[in-house]
Protein backbone atom coordinates (compact mmCIF):
# COMPACT_ATOMS: atom_id res chain seq x y z
CA UNK A 1 0.00 0.00 0.00
CA UNK A 2 1.14 3.18 -0.85
CA UNK A 3 0.54 6.63 1.24
CA UNK A 4 -2.67 7.65 -1.21
CA UNK A 5 -4.13 4.45 -0.74
CA UNK A 6 -3.40 4.52 3.57
CA UNK A 7 -5.08 8.18 3.05
CA UNK A 8 -8.20 6.41 1.41
CA UNK A 9 -7.31 7.76 -2.14
CA UNK A 10 -8.40 5.91 -5.05
CA UNK A 11 -6.46 5.70 -8.26
CA UNK A 12 -8.83 7.74 -10.01
CA UNK A 13 -9.07 10.60 -7.24
CA UNK A 14 -4.91 10.69 -7.84
CA UNK A 15 -5.18 10.42 -11.47
CA UNK A 16 -7.90 13.34 -11.71
CA UNK A 17 -5.54 16.31 -9.70
CA UNK A 18 -2.98 17.53 -12.56
CA UNK A 19 -0.49 18.91 -9.38
CA UNK A 20 1.29 22.34 -9.83
CA UNK A 21 4.84 22.37 -10.47
CA UNK A 22 5.14 18.81 -9.91
CA UNK A 23 6.39 15.89 -10.79
CA UNK A 24 3.30 13.95 -11.69
CA UNK A 25 4.49 10.75 -12.92
CA UNK A 26 7.47 9.94 -10.21
CA UNK A 27 4.39 11.22 -7.13
CA UNK A 28 1.94 9.51 -8.43
CA UNK A 29 3.98 6.36 -8.01
CA UNK A 30 4.82 6.84 -4.70
CA UNK A 31 2.55 9.23 -3.39
CA UNK A 32 3.38 11.97 -0.47
CA UNK A 33 0.31 12.85 1.26
CA UNK A 34 0.26 15.24 4.25
CA UNK A 35 -2.88 14.69 5.98
CA UNK A 36 -2.58 17.02 8.91
CA UNK A 37 -0.10 19.72 10.74
CA UNK A 38 0.93 21.96 13.93
CA UNK A 39 3.23 23.47 15.02
CA UNK A 40 6.63 22.95 13.25
CA UNK A 41 5.54 19.46 12.08
CA UNK A 42 3.60 17.81 9.29
CA UNK A 43 1.61 14.85 9.57
CA UNK A 44 2.17 12.19 7.10
CA UNK A 45 -0.77 9.14 6.08
CA UNK A 46 1.51 6.82 7.81
CA UNK A 47 0.80 9.10 10.89
CA UNK A 48 5.02 10.34 10.68
CA UNK A 49 5.92 13.87 12.48
CA UNK A 50 7.70 15.13 9.84
CA UNK A 51 9.41 18.64 10.79
CA UNK A 52 8.71 21.12 8.50
CA UNK A 53 12.02 22.96 7.14
CA UNK A 54 10.38 25.50 4.79
CA UNK A 55 7.37 26.50 7.08
CA UNK A 56 5.31 25.09 4.17
CA UNK A 57 5.89 26.91 1.10
CA UNK A 58 7.46 29.80 2.71
CA UNK A 59 4.05 30.15 4.22
CA UNK A 60 3.65 29.01 7.65
CA UNK A 61 6.35 31.24 9.33
CA UNK A 62 4.06 30.80 13.16
CA UNK A 63 3.76 27.49 12.88
CA UNK A 64 0.90 25.31 11.64
CA UNK A 65 -2.99 25.53 12.05
CA UNK A 66 -2.29 28.25 14.75
CA UNK A 67 -5.89 28.49 16.89
CA UNK A 68 -5.87 32.42 16.98
CA UNK A 69 -5.84 32.20 13.04
CA UNK A 70 -8.80 29.73 13.16
CA UNK A 71 -11.05 31.42 15.42
CA UNK A 72 -10.51 34.40 13.54
CA UNK A 73 -11.34 32.84 10.49
CA UNK A 74 -14.45 30.95 11.92
CA UNK A 75 -15.56 34.27 13.57
CA UNK A 76 -15.53 36.12 10.30
CA UNK A 77 -17.72 33.12 8.22
CA UNK A 78 -20.37 33.35 10.66
CA UNK A 79 -20.36 37.20 10.53
CA UNK A 80 -19.73 37.98 7.31
CA UNK A 81 -18.37 35.39 4.82
CA UNK A 82 -18.12 37.69 1.61
CA UNK A 83 -18.88 41.18 0.51
CA UNK A 84 -18.44 43.04 -3.05
CA UNK A 85 -14.90 44.36 -3.28
CA UNK A 86 -16.27 45.96 -5.90
CA UNK A 87 -17.95 49.69 -5.16
CA UNK A 88 -18.52 48.81 -1.56
CA UNK A 89 -16.16 48.12 1.22
CA UNK A 90 -16.04 46.19 4.46
CA UNK A 91 -14.21 47.33 7.60
CA UNK A 92 -11.24 44.82 7.44
CA UNK A 93 -10.16 45.85 4.25
CA UNK A 94 -9.61 48.93 5.54
CA UNK A 95 -8.15 48.27 8.73
CA UNK A 96 -5.63 45.66 7.13
CA UNK A 97 -4.42 48.32 4.96
CA UNK A 98 -3.80 50.59 7.78
CA UNK A 99 -1.98 48.18 9.31
CA UNK A 100 0.29 46.52 6.98
CA UNK A 101 1.05 50.58 5.58
CA UNK A 102 2.07 51.30 9.65
CA UNK A 103 4.59 48.25 9.49
CA UNK A 104 5.89 49.55 5.93
CA UNK A 105 8.65 51.77 5.30
CA UNK A 106 7.14 55.31 5.36
CA UNK A 107 6.83 56.39 1.71
CA UNK A 108 4.88 53.13 1.15
CA UNK A 109 1.35 54.24 2.43
CA UNK A 110 -1.50 52.37 -0.19
CA UNK A 111 -2.19 48.76 -0.54
CA UNK A 112 -4.02 46.99 -2.78
CA UNK A 113 -4.67 43.36 -2.20
CA UNK A 114 -4.63 40.07 -4.28
CA UNK A 115 -5.25 36.61 -3.55
CA UNK A 116 -1.63 35.62 -4.40
CA UNK A 117 1.89 36.50 -4.90
CA UNK A 118 1.32 36.13 -8.73
CA UNK A 119 -1.62 38.15 -8.76
CA UNK A 120 0.52 40.27 -6.75
CA UNK A 121 3.20 40.80 -9.06
CA UNK A 122 0.86 41.58 -11.93
CA UNK A 123 -0.72 44.00 -10.51
CA UNK A 124 2.52 45.92 -9.49
CA UNK A 125 3.51 45.54 -12.57
CA UNK A 126 0.33 46.78 -14.67
CA UNK A 127 0.50 50.00 -12.21
CA UNK A 128 3.60 50.43 -12.79
CA UNK A 129 2.58 50.96 -16.82
CA UNK A 130 -0.50 52.70 -16.03
CA UNK A 131 1.48 55.49 -13.88
CA UNK A 132 3.59 56.25 -16.74
CA UNK A 133 0.92 56.29 -18.71
CA UNK A 134 -1.48 58.40 -16.21
CA UNK A 135 1.75 61.22 -16.21
CA UNK A 136 2.22 61.74 -20.08
CA UNK A 137 4.83 58.73 -20.75
CA UNK A 138 2.92 56.12 -22.39
CA UNK A 139 5.71 54.75 -23.67
CA UNK A 140 7.23 53.61 -20.86
CA UNK A 141 5.86 50.17 -21.01
CA UNK A 142 9.10 47.46 -20.59
CA UNK A 143 9.33 45.43 -17.00
CA UNK A 144 13.25 44.35 -16.39
CA UNK A 145 13.84 41.77 -14.19
CA UNK A 146 16.58 39.71 -13.45
CA UNK A 147 17.69 36.12 -14.26
CA UNK A 148 16.69 33.65 -11.66
CA UNK A 149 14.00 35.67 -10.67
CA UNK A 150 10.34 34.20 -9.74
CA UNK A 151 7.45 36.29 -9.76
CA UNK A 152 4.64 33.89 -9.90
CA UNK A 153 3.36 31.59 -12.12
CA UNK A 154 0.73 34.08 -14.34
CA UNK A 155 1.67 35.81 -17.57
CA UNK A 156 3.08 39.15 -15.94
CA UNK A 157 5.21 36.30 -13.91
CA UNK A 158 6.27 33.77 -16.82
CA UNK A 159 7.69 37.40 -18.69
CA UNK A 160 9.64 38.53 -16.33
CA UNK A 161 10.57 35.83 -14.47
CA UNK A 162 14.48 34.48 -14.97
CA UNK A 163 13.56 31.20 -14.60
CA UNK A 164 13.95 29.11 -17.70
CA UNK A 165 11.98 25.93 -17.06
CA UNK A 166 9.05 28.41 -16.22
CA UNK A 167 9.00 30.49 -19.22
CA UNK A 168 10.49 27.61 -22.22
CA UNK A 169 6.96 26.09 -22.86
CA UNK A 170 4.49 29.54 -23.23
CA UNK A 171 6.64 31.86 -26.30
CA UNK A 172 6.35 35.52 -26.72
CA UNK A 173 5.41 37.24 -22.66
CA UNK A 174 5.61 40.83 -22.38
CA UNK A 175 8.71 43.06 -23.34
CA UNK A 176 10.91 42.73 -21.04
CA UNK A 177 14.79 42.32 -20.61
CA UNK A 178 16.74 40.73 -17.98
CA UNK A 179 19.62 41.83 -15.73
CA UNK A 180 22.57 38.72 -14.92
CA UNK A 181 21.56 37.00 -11.34
CA UNK A 182 23.79 37.70 -8.75
CA UNK A 183 25.21 34.23 -8.24
CA UNK A 184 29.18 34.48 -8.54
CA UNK A 185 31.65 31.30 -8.60
CA UNK A 186 33.84 33.45 -6.64
CA UNK A 187 31.43 34.59 -3.76
CA UNK A 188 30.55 30.67 -2.82
CA UNK A 189 30.27 29.99 1.20
CA UNK A 190 29.26 33.61 1.87
CA UNK A 191 27.46 34.24 4.82
CA UNK A 192 24.84 36.67 4.54
CA UNK A 193 25.38 38.69 2.08
CA UNK A 194 28.58 38.48 -0.29
CA UNK A 195 31.00 41.20 0.01
CA UNK A 196 31.87 41.44 -3.67
CA UNK A 197 29.92 42.23 -6.90
CA UNK A 198 27.85 44.95 -6.38
CA UNK A 199 28.92 46.59 -9.91
CA UNK A 200 26.77 43.50 -11.28
CA UNK A 201 23.99 46.39 -10.20
CA UNK A 202 25.73 48.79 -13.36
CA UNK A 203 24.40 46.24 -16.21
CA UNK A 204 21.24 48.18 -15.64
CA UNK A 205 23.11 51.27 -17.20
CA UNK A 206 23.50 48.94 -19.62
CA UNK A 207 20.06 48.11 -20.23
CA UNK A 208 19.24 51.27 -19.93
CA UNK A 209 21.27 52.21 -22.73
CA UNK A 210 19.78 49.99 -25.03
CA UNK A 211 16.05 50.14 -24.01
CA UNK A 212 16.14 53.56 -23.00
CA UNK A 213 14.85 54.68 -19.84
CA UNK A 214 11.66 56.61 -22.16
CA UNK A 215 10.61 52.78 -23.00
CA UNK A 216 10.93 51.40 -19.31
CA UNK A 217 8.31 51.20 -16.95
CA UNK A 218 9.30 49.39 -14.04
CA UNK A 219 12.55 46.99 -12.40
CA UNK A 220 11.30 44.08 -10.18
CA UNK A 221 13.70 41.79 -8.38
CA UNK A 222 13.11 40.16 -4.87
CA UNK A 223 15.55 41.46 -2.21
CA UNK A 224 17.38 37.96 -2.10
CA UNK A 225 15.97 35.38 -4.85
CA UNK A 226 13.94 32.89 -3.12
CA UNK A 227 12.81 29.98 -5.59
CA UNK A 228 16.24 30.38 -7.48
CA UNK A 229 17.88 28.72 -4.06
CA UNK A 230 18.40 31.65 -1.90
CA UNK A 231 20.55 34.12 -3.89
CA UNK A 232 21.59 36.81 -1.84
CA UNK A 233 22.93 40.01 -3.33
CA UNK A 234 26.14 41.32 -2.74
CA UNK A 235 26.30 44.31 -0.08
CA UNK A 236 25.84 47.83 -1.99
CA UNK A 237 24.16 45.96 -4.78
CA UNK A 238 20.62 46.94 -4.15
CA UNK A 239 21.72 50.21 -2.66
CA UNK A 240 22.92 50.63 -6.43
CA UNK A 241 20.19 49.73 -8.22
CA UNK A 242 17.82 52.13 -6.64
CA UNK A 243 20.26 54.67 -7.17
CA UNK A 244 19.71 53.82 -11.12
CA UNK A 245 16.02 53.92 -10.93
CA UNK A 246 16.05 57.06 -9.19
CA UNK A 247 18.17 58.41 -12.06
CA UNK A 248 16.50 57.52 -14.73
CA UNK A 249 12.99 57.88 -13.47
CA UNK A 250 12.30 53.62 -13.32
CA UNK A 251 9.91 52.32 -11.00
CA UNK A 252 11.88 49.76 -8.43
CA UNK A 253 9.63 47.45 -7.54
CA UNK A 254 10.50 44.79 -4.86
CA UNK A 255 9.12 41.55 -4.83
CA UNK A 256 8.94 40.59 -1.28
CA UNK A 257 6.76 37.64 -1.53
CA UNK A 258 9.18 35.52 -0.01
CA UNK A 259 11.69 38.25 1.90
CA UNK A 260 8.37 39.94 3.83
CA UNK A 261 6.65 39.61 6.58
CA UNK A 262 9.88 38.49 8.72
CA UNK A 263 11.88 35.65 7.13
CA UNK A 264 14.25 38.61 6.50
CA UNK A 265 14.75 38.99 10.35
CA UNK A 266 12.51 42.34 9.44
CA UNK A 267 9.19 42.90 8.38
CA UNK A 268 10.68 43.53 5.40
CA UNK A 269 13.52 43.21 2.79
CA UNK A 270 13.93 46.63 2.31
CA UNK A 271 13.99 47.02 5.73
CA UNK A 272 16.27 44.74 6.39
CA UNK A 273 18.78 45.64 3.46
CA UNK A 274 18.50 49.22 4.16
CA UNK A 275 16.71 50.00 0.63
CA UNK A 276 13.36 51.39 0.03
CA UNK A 277 11.64 50.64 -3.06
CA UNK A 278 8.71 52.40 -4.87
CA UNK A 279 6.53 49.39 -4.98
CA UNK A 280 6.44 46.21 -2.67
CA UNK A 281 4.70 43.09 -3.17
CA UNK A 282 3.43 40.73 -1.06
CA UNK A 283 2.12 37.31 -0.02
CA UNK A 284 2.23 33.81 1.42
CA UNK A 285 3.34 35.23 5.44
CA UNK A 286 0.86 37.72 5.89
CA UNK A 287 -1.74 34.89 6.35
CA UNK A 288 0.85 32.37 7.88
CA UNK A 289 -0.85 30.82 4.83
CA UNK A 290 -4.04 29.76 6.24
CA UNK A 291 -6.36 31.73 3.79
CA UNK A 292 -4.81 32.61 0.35
CA UNK A 293 -3.75 36.64 0.11
CA UNK A 294 -1.21 38.82 -1.72
CA UNK A 295 -1.08 42.69 -2.36
CA UNK A 296 0.98 45.60 -3.43
CA UNK A 297 2.05 48.37 -1.17
CA UNK A 298 3.22 51.86 -2.98
CA UNK A 299 3.33 55.33 -2.34
CA UNK A 300 0.24 58.26 -2.66
CA UNK A 301 2.22 59.89 -5.72
CA UNK A 302 1.11 56.62 -7.75
CA UNK A 303 -2.14 56.42 -5.96
CA UNK A 304 -2.67 60.06 -6.89
CA UNK A 305 -1.60 59.86 -10.48
CA UNK A 306 -4.59 58.22 -10.83
CA UNK A 307 -7.06 59.61 -8.64
CA UNK A 308 -6.20 63.33 -10.43
CA UNK A 309 -6.50 61.86 -13.81
CA UNK A 310 -10.14 60.00 -12.72
CA UNK A 311 -12.44 61.64 -15.17
CA UNK A 312 -15.81 61.87 -13.61
CA UNK A 313 -16.72 61.55 -10.01
CA UNK A 314 -18.18 58.30 -10.25
CA UNK A 315 -15.78 56.72 -13.09
CA UNK A 316 -12.98 53.83 -11.66
CA UNK A 317 -9.49 55.33 -11.68
CA UNK A 318 -8.19 51.46 -12.08
CA UNK A 319 -10.00 49.19 -13.76
CA UNK A 320 -8.13 46.17 -12.00
CA UNK A 321 -9.11 43.79 -8.94
CA UNK A 322 -9.98 40.28 -8.53
CA UNK A 323 -12.97 38.90 -7.44
CA UNK A 324 -11.55 37.70 -3.68
CA UNK A 325 -9.66 41.04 -3.64
CA UNK A 326 -10.08 41.97 0.34
CA UNK A 327 -11.88 38.63 1.09
CA UNK A 328 -12.81 39.50 4.08
CA UNK A 329 -11.85 35.54 5.35
CA UNK A 330 -8.29 36.26 4.11
CA UNK A 331 -8.15 39.83 5.79
CA UNK A 332 -9.18 38.30 9.37
CA UNK A 333 -6.51 35.52 8.71
CA UNK A 334 -4.22 38.33 8.07
CA UNK A 335 -5.14 40.37 11.03
CA UNK A 336 -4.54 37.27 13.24
CA UNK A 337 -1.44 36.88 11.78
CA UNK A 338 0.19 40.50 12.69
CA UNK A 339 -1.12 39.90 16.36
CA UNK A 340 0.36 36.56 16.06
CA UNK A 341 3.97 38.23 15.28
CA UNK A 342 3.84 40.97 16.84
CA UNK A 343 2.48 39.45 20.11
CA UNK A 344 4.91 36.78 20.39
CA UNK A 345 7.63 39.15 19.10
CA UNK A 346 8.34 36.79 16.32
CA UNK A 347 10.26 38.73 13.75
CA UNK A 348 12.70 39.76 16.55
CA UNK A 349 13.39 35.82 16.78
CA UNK A 350 14.37 35.49 13.41
CA UNK A 351 16.49 38.40 13.82
CA UNK A 352 18.07 36.95 17.03
CA UNK A 353 18.44 33.47 15.67
CA UNK A 354 19.52 34.03 12.17
CA UNK A 355 23.59 34.01 13.30
CA UNK A 356 22.90 30.10 14.88
CA UNK A 357 21.01 29.22 11.72
CA UNK A 358 24.14 30.65 9.76
CA UNK A 359 26.53 28.84 11.35
CA UNK A 360 24.92 25.48 11.96
CA UNK A 361 24.11 25.57 7.74
CA UNK A 362 27.47 26.34 7.35
CA UNK A 363 28.50 23.35 9.05
CA UNK A 364 27.77 21.46 6.06
CA UNK A 365 30.53 23.04 4.05
CA UNK A 366 32.81 19.95 3.34
CA UNK A 367 29.91 17.08 2.73
CA UNK A 368 30.67 15.77 -0.66
CA UNK A 369 28.65 17.41 -3.21
CA UNK A 370 27.84 20.46 -1.39
CA UNK A 371 29.47 22.91 -3.84
CA UNK A 372 27.52 26.51 -2.21
CA UNK A 373 25.84 27.32 0.87
CA UNK A 374 23.62 30.52 1.34
CA UNK A 375 21.79 32.04 3.78
CA UNK A 376 19.68 35.44 5.03
CA UNK A 377 17.80 35.79 7.95
CA UNK A 378 15.62 32.72 8.50
CA UNK A 379 16.30 31.12 4.76
CA UNK A 380 19.17 29.38 2.99
CA UNK A 381 20.15 27.67 -0.19
CA UNK A 382 22.08 24.73 -0.78
CA UNK A 383 23.95 23.79 -4.20
CA UNK A 384 24.38 20.43 -5.30
CA UNK A 385 26.57 18.69 -7.73
CA UNK A 386 25.55 17.34 -10.86
CA UNK A 387 24.73 13.87 -10.99
CA UNK A 388 24.85 11.81 -14.18
CA UNK A 389 24.81 14.96 -16.18
CA UNK A 390 21.75 16.34 -14.77
CA UNK A 391 21.62 19.12 -12.18
CA UNK A 392 18.20 18.58 -11.00
CA UNK A 393 19.00 14.99 -9.73
CA UNK A 394 20.73 14.99 -6.78
CA UNK A 395 18.61 17.48 -4.76
CA UNK A 396 15.24 15.74 -5.73
CA UNK A 397 17.55 12.28 -4.11
CA UNK A 398 18.69 13.81 -1.26
CA UNK A 399 15.53 15.76 -0.23
CA UNK A 400 13.37 12.39 -0.81
CA UNK A 401 16.05 10.46 1.38
CA UNK A 402 15.41 13.79 3.65
CA UNK A 403 11.65 13.10 3.69
CA UNK A 404 12.18 9.81 4.55
CA UNK A 405 14.53 10.39 7.36
CA UNK A 406 11.25 12.81 8.67
CA UNK A 407 12.62 16.13 7.51
CA UNK A 408 10.46 17.90 4.82
CA UNK A 409 13.01 19.81 2.70
CA UNK A 410 12.19 21.88 -0.65
CA UNK A 411 14.58 20.88 -3.60
CA UNK A 412 14.27 23.21 -6.86
CA UNK A 413 16.98 23.33 -10.03
CA UNK A 414 20.41 22.17 -8.38
CA UNK A 415 19.21 23.40 -4.63
CA UNK A 416 18.19 22.65 -1.62
CA UNK A 417 16.08 25.34 0.56
CA UNK A 418 15.26 25.89 4.14
CA UNK A 419 12.69 28.64 5.18
CA UNK A 420 12.82 28.07 8.69
CA UNK A 421 9.68 28.29 10.90
CA UNK A 422 10.32 31.36 13.25
CA UNK A 423 9.08 29.58 16.45
CA UNK A 424 12.27 26.76 15.78
CA UNK A 425 14.42 25.21 18.66
CA UNK A 426 17.90 24.82 18.50
CA UNK A 427 17.58 21.09 18.47
CA UNK A 428 15.51 21.25 15.34
CA UNK A 429 17.74 23.50 13.64
CA UNK A 430 20.42 20.29 14.40
CA UNK A 431 18.19 18.00 13.26
CA UNK A 432 17.62 19.74 10.04
CA UNK A 433 21.32 19.99 9.02
CA UNK A 434 22.26 16.83 10.35
CA UNK A 435 19.45 14.72 8.44
CA UNK A 436 20.85 16.81 5.25
CA UNK A 437 24.30 15.77 5.76
CA UNK A 438 23.14 11.89 6.99
CA UNK A 439 20.70 11.51 3.78
CA UNK A 440 23.94 12.87 1.37
CA UNK A 441 26.28 10.10 3.13
CA UNK A 442 23.64 7.77 2.69
CA UNK A 443 23.04 8.16 -0.53
CA UNK A 444 26.54 8.37 -2.07
CA UNK A 445 28.99 6.83 -0.07
CA UNK A 446 32.58 8.20 0.02
N1 LIG B 1 6.99 36.27 -6.15
C1 LIG B 1 7.89 35.61 -5.41
C2 LIG B 1 9.18 36.28 -5.03
C3 LIG B 1 7.61 34.30 -4.99
O1 LIG B 1 8.50 33.64 -4.25
C4 LIG B 1 5.49 34.44 -6.15
C5 LIG B 1 5.82 35.73 -6.53
C6 LIG B 1 4.18 33.88 -6.58
O2 LIG B 1 3.32 33.74 -5.52
P1 LIG B 1 2.07 32.73 -5.63
O3 LIG B 1 1.34 32.96 -4.34
O4 LIG B 1 1.27 33.12 -6.82
O5 LIG B 1 2.65 31.33 -5.75
C7 LIG B 1 6.37 33.71 -5.36
C8 LIG B 1 6.00 32.31 -4.95
C9 LIG B 1 9.81 27.65 -3.69
C10 LIG B 1 8.46 28.23 -4.00
O6 LIG B 1 9.90 26.47 -3.39
C11 LIG B 1 8.36 29.58 -4.14
C12 LIG B 1 7.14 30.15 -4.46
C13 LIG B 1 6.01 29.36 -4.64
C14 LIG B 1 6.13 27.98 -4.49
C15 LIG B 1 7.37 27.42 -4.18
O7 LIG B 1 10.79 28.37 -3.70
N2 LIG B 1 7.11 31.52 -4.59
N1 LIG C 1 -13.47 34.63 -15.81
C1 LIG C 1 -14.76 34.99 -15.75
C2 LIG C 1 -15.73 34.44 -16.76
C3 LIG C 1 -15.22 35.86 -14.73
O1 LIG C 1 -16.51 36.25 -14.69
C4 LIG C 1 -14.27 36.35 -13.78
C5 LIG C 1 -14.67 37.23 -12.69
O2 LIG C 1 -15.79 37.73 -12.63
C6 LIG C 1 -12.93 35.95 -13.89
C7 LIG C 1 -12.56 35.08 -14.91
C8 LIG C 1 -11.91 36.45 -12.92
O3 LIG C 1 -12.01 35.82 -11.69
P1 LIG C 1 -11.33 36.47 -10.39
O4 LIG C 1 -11.93 37.81 -10.22
O5 LIG C 1 -11.68 35.51 -9.27
O6 LIG C 1 -9.85 36.53 -10.66
Redesign the pocket.
Known amino acids: MNQAERAGLTQRQLDSYWMP?TGNREFKSDPRIITAASGNYLTDADGRQILDS?SG??TCGAGHSRPEIAEAVFKQLNKLDYAPGFQFGHPLAFQLSERICDLAPERLNRVCLTN??????DTATKIARAYWRQSGQASKTKILARQKG????SWG?ISFGGIPANRKLWGQGLETDLLNHTWRAESVFSKGMPEQGAELADELESLIALHDASNIAAVIV?PFS??AGVIVPPKGYLQRLREICTKHNILLIF?E??TGLGRSGAYWGAEAFGVTPDII?F??QITNGAVPL?GVLLGEEIYDAFITKGGAPHSVELPHGFTYSGHPVACAAAMATLDILESEQLIERVADKAPEFESKIHSLRGINHIVDIRNFGFAAGITLAAKAGDPTLRPYEVALECWRRGVYV?W?GDTL?FGLPFKIESDEMDRIVSTVAESIEALYPA
Open positions: YLLWSGSEAAYHGAGEGSDVITAKGRGQ
